[in-house]
Each structure stands twice: as structure tokens, then as C-alpha cells.
């Protein structure tokens, strides 16, 4: 049965009165207004499960069709507008914390998902459950020791193999040659996530990682299809379209904040990256995206989100690392203020 009487949704944007604190809510309380008319930067790790409805989500300026049993990974720092009063959902949010001593890999869940038959039936199961207890122990010791493993069952069960995530190599020497270039990529990517504001040299990263620049390159290509310099321009790019369309912060502090001493450097380095300047892209945010949306495919192991390259208003990757969809509107995203 689909939850129906989650927990109150917590502060948006404050941070929780316990570290590890696990919450449930509806989808509708992330939103800032009604119709969801700009996105909002996501402060908490989350799992979106649709409960009724069917329309469209747009992650990181992604479009994502949303029906009855579709689930979203969204992590902290992602940009999410579900426009209008098209659908609703259950959200389960939780800070960093709460898994720690848990063998889990939270980054693990692909960011879409279309569930079905026992798999829905499981995961609708357990959402329902953290719901009920979210509610009624939420406030013990124990309650929030039960909260935690219940969590971390339920991402566990997300990793757990199907037909739809059978790996895409055949050939078992070139699927091992394979999984070693993901690895790879998977440890250049953290540290990226780490360090894209200070520098966005390959150079940096190869010697952190004590590995070649060639070696960066060839993983990101085998991953993603594009080069490493390319990879770290894309999240660099992707933080400054988050923090222009979700804040009000001045562009001028953007730039400063992902490492250009001048705003001429960032201005002409966002406009090369996304094809529009960071002020046309400002002042489009409160457009609703449009475009055909297409069924995001599962990623190849280990791309994670955002793996491919970052275009808004035209065609890029999906949230997911999947196949190409084109997002956006004609001069920018569908809009953004305030933080969930």
C-alpha cells in the first residue's frame, strides 16, 4: 500500500536538530510555492517515491517522467522542480550521518527508476514502514537506531541486480577492462567532487590520484565519452547553473566562489560551457522547461550522476548517465530559489 500519512516534513533549508535525524514527507512540502515555480537546491540526501500523478521532474535541469512507483535518488546539492500539482510523492530525507556504520554505498541508487512487480511491491513495503515509524519513534534512541537500519535495508535492496542493470559488456575480458576504467572514474569523480573549486587542471588530479593524465583521460572516455578536462569543466558549470537558478547570490560572488578572480574569466567560461551567458541564464530560471522527454536508461556501472556532458536548453545527458534527452528551455533552465 502507498504511504499516505507521512511525518512532517522538516525546516527546509535548516539544518536537523539531530545529526543523523531520517524523516519522511510529501513531495509537496519541498516546494517553495504551490507550483513549484523555480527549483530548489536540496540540502539532505533524499528518495522521492511517486505515489500518484504522472508528470515530469526536473533534476539538475533534467527532465524525468514520474508516474506511480517511479523513484528518484536525489543527492544533496542537486537542483529538483517538480512543476505544478501534476503529481505527488513520499520523500524519505536524511543527512550523511545516518548510515555511518553501515556497509552501504548511498550513492550507489540509480537516480531513476521505474519500479515493478515484487521490487515495487518491497520498496512501496518498506517506504510505507520508515513512514509509519518516522511518525511514531522518530523522537527515541531506539526509534532513530530503527529508523537507521530500516534505511539502510531499503538502499541495499536498490543495489540488488535486475534485468533491466545486466552490464553491458558480453565479453568477460572486456567487461574486467572495463570495470577497471570505472573504478577509475569513480575515484576521479570523488575527488572532483572534492576539489573542482580550487583547480580544474588535470594535472591536480592525475598526481592526487597518483595515476596519469592519460589514464584520467581514458576512463572518463570509456565512462562518459568525453575527456577528463571535460568532466571537471561540466561540474563546474553544473554548480554555477545551480547556484544561479536555485540563489540570488550575485554572479560576480558565483565565480569568485568556483575559483575566477575575474567575472569576465567566468562569464566567458559559463557561456562557452552552456551556450548562454550566466545572466541570460538567470533571468530565464522562472521559464518552465519544455522538450521531449525520453525514459532514462540505466547508467553504465559507476557514472553516476551527471556523468555526461552538461548542456542545458538543448540536448544532453540525462541525470542519470542514460541516453540523451533534450531539456530545458530554448534559452535556459526552468527556473530556481531556495534551498530544500
Given at each position: 500500500m502507498v504511504p499516505t500519512d507521512p511525518s512532517p516534513a522538516p525546516s527546509i533549508g535548516t539544518a536537523s536538530p539531530v545529526p543523523d535525524?531520517?524523516?519522511?514527507?510529501?513531495?509537496?512540502?519541498?516546494?517553495?510555492?504551490?507550483?513549484?515555480?523555480?527549483?530548489?537546491?536540496?540540502?539532505?540526501?533524499?528518495l522521492i517515491l511517486t505515489t500518484r500523478g504522472h508528470g515530469d521532474a526536473e533534476?539538475?535541469?533534467?527532465?524525468?517522467?514520474?508516474?506511480?512507483g517511479t523513484l528518484l535518488r536525489v543527492r544533496a546539492g542537486q537542483v529538483l522542480r517538480c512543476p505544478g500539482p501534476q503529481f505527488d510523492g513520499t520523500v524519505v530525507g536524511w543527512?550523511?550521518?545516518?548510515?555511518?556504520?553501515?556497509?552501504?554505498?548511498?550513492?550507489?541508487?540509480?537516480?531513476?527508476?521505474?519500479?515493478?512487480?515484487?521490487?515495487?511491491?518491497?520498496?512501496?513495503?518498506?517506504?510505507?514502514?520508515l513512514a509509519v515509524d518516522c511518525q511514531r519513534?522518530?523522537?527515541?534512541?531506539?526509534?532513530?537506531?530503527?529508523?537507521?537500519?530500516?534505511?539502510?535495508?531499503?538502499?541495499?535492496?536498490?543495489?540488488?541486480?535486475?534485468a533491466d542493470h545486466a552490464p553491458l559488456r558480453p565479453e568477460v575480458e572486456t567487461f574486467r577492462r572495463f570495470r577497471r576504467e570505472v573504478e577509475t572514474f569513480r575515484r576521479f569523480r570523488r575527488e572532483?567532487?572534492?576539489?573542482?573549486?580550487?583547480?580544474?587542471r588535470v594535472e591536480d588530479y592525475s598526481a592526487a590520484l597518483g595515476c596519469s593524465v592519460r589514464t584520467l583521460t581514458r576512463a572518463c572516455l570509456a565512462v562518459t565519452g568525453n575527456s577528463a578536462k571535460q568532466v571537471i569543466d561540466e561540474r563546474v558549470a553544473l554548480q554555477a547553473a545551480r547556484l544561479l537558478a536555485a540563489t540570488d547570490e550575485p554572479i560576480a560572488q558565483i565565480g569568485r566562489q568556483?575559483?575566477?578572480?575575474?567575472?569576465?574569466?567566468?562569464?566567458?567560461?559559463?557561456?562557452?560551457?552552456?551556450?548562454?551567458?550566466?545572466?541570460a541564464f538567470r533571468a530565464a530560471r522562472d521559464h518552465p522547461p519544455t522538450g521531449r522527454v525520453v525514459r532514462?536508461?540505466?547508467?553504465?556501472?559507476?557514472?553516476?550522476?551527471?556523468?555526461?556532458?552538461?548542456?542545458?536548453?538543448?540536448?544532453?545527458?540525462?541525470?542519470?548517465?542514460?541516453?540523451?534527452?533534450?531539456?530545458?528551455?530554448?534559452?535556459?533552465?526552468?527556473?530556481?530559489?531556495?534551498?530544500?
Open positions: 535525524e531520517i524523516a519522511t514527507f510529501a513531495l509537496a512540502d519541498l516546494a517553495r510555492d504551490r507550483v513549484w515555480r523555480r527549483p530548489v537546491l536540496v540540502e539532505r540526501e533524499l533534476l539538475d535541469f533534467h527532465l524525468l517522467p514520474c508516474r506511480p543527512d550523511s550521518g545516518a548510515l555511518r556504520g553501515f556497509d552501504v554505498d548511498p550513492d550507489a541508487p540509480a537516480a531513476w527508476r521505474q519500479l515493478a512487480g515484487e521490487d515495487e511491491d518491497a520498496v512501496i513495503t518498506e517506504v510505507s514502514q519513534h522518530g523522537d527515541s534512541p531506539a526509534g532513530r537506531a530503527l529508523l537507521r537500519h530500516q534505511l539502510a535495508v531499503l538502499l541495499l535492496r536498490l543495489t540488488l541486480p535486475d572532483v567532487e572534492h576539489s573542482y573549486q580550487l583547480t580544474r568556483l575559483g575566477f578572480s575575474e567575472p569576465t574569466n567566468f562569464g566567458r567560461f559559463f557561456t562557452r560551457e552552456v551556450g548562454i551567458s550566466p545572466g532514462p536508461r540505466p547508467p553504465a556501472e559507476g557514472a553516476g550522476v551527471n556523468a555526461g556532458r552538461f548542456r542545458l536548453g538543448g540536448t544532453g545527458e540525462p541525470a542519470n548517465g542514460g541516453h540523451s534527452t533534450r531539456t530545458g528551455s530554448p534559452t535556459g533552465p526552468g527556473g530556481g530559489t531556495g534551498r530544500a
